[in-house]
């Protein structure tokens, strides 16, 4: 059973930064593109960056220069370095596959952006 556990969200002031993980369990890790989504309160869930399995990156405009994903597939895990942290980057942030799995949506972990 493939499991997906996001953690390192949590409050933080604008301009503040944030480094999320998430464990990978259950699954040949390293031979997929994995990416980071977010979904604000009443918006649909969007990608915000991604990674191929040959470490290969992509970010949406929105968080370009402000957010940084990497992986290490020795741990199975990615992780999206937050920096420079705007209220607009309040969400609850999930990893999954790209492109998505249903499957694989986990709990993710909420970051909030206070101004």
């Known amino acids: 059973q493939v499991q997906l556990v996001e953690s390192g969200g949590g409050l933080v002031q604008a301009g503040g930064s944030l480094r999320l993980s998430c464990a990978v369990s259950?699954?040949?890790?390293?031979?997929?593109?994995m990416g980071w989504y977010r979904q604000a309160p009443g918006k649909q869930r969007e990608l915000v960056a991604g990674i191929s399995s040959g470490g290969t990156t992509n970010y949406a405009e929105s968080v370009k220069g402000r957010f940084t994903i990497s992986r290490d597939n020795a741990k199975n895990t990615v992780y999206l370095q937050m920096n420079s942290l705007k209220p607009e980057d309040t969400a609850v942030y999930y990893c999954n596959r790209v492109p998505d799995r249903v499957d694989y949506w986990g709990q993710g972990t909420q970051v909030t952006v206070s101004s």
């Open positions: 259950g699954t040949i890790f390293n031979i997929h593109a």
